[in-house]
């Protein structure tokens, strides 16, 4: 199975919430609809359902702050934007952005197998 990336795991993350959300998430692998002779690709053509479980799991799972999960929430299981999550927590809109980057990027490094990198003081010592 391939490695999660933010993209990823931001377009998994209403489906934690929302298991209808799931009808609506398009497999990438999968050919258009209007392709009646497009081909799969065999090796990854299975890998939504395993990355729904996944996601579903990691937000158990990962070490999120609780300020990260609330953030996250709000925007993927609310869809508030980010103006509204920081009036809703006193904070500023640059402090949700943060909070959402920190928690998102947290989720994708948990699912990958790998330590998260917060800065570049971080990546020295993990080298």
């Given amino acids: 199975m391939s490695g999660y990336d933010r993209r990823l795991v931001e377009h998994l993350l209403p489906a934690v919430w929302d298991v209808e959300a799931a009808y609506g998430i398009r497999n990438p692998q999968a050919p258009d609809a209007d392709m009646p ?71 994708a490094a948990h699912l990958s197998g790998t330590a998260y990198i917060d800065n570049y003081d971080d990546l020295e010592n993990a080298a």
């Fill in 37 to 107: 002779r497009g081909t799969v690709d065999k090796k990854a053509a299975g890998t939504l359902l395993a990355h729904l479980a996944d996601i579903r799991r990691a937000w158990v799972t990962a070490p999120l702050s609780l300020v990260e999960k609330r953030a996250i929430f709000m925007r993927f299981a609310l869809d508030w934007d980010d103006h509204r999550i920081a009036a809703r927590e006193a904070v500023t809109d640059r402090a949700v952005r943060y909070r959402l980057e920190r928690g998102v990027g947290k989720l």
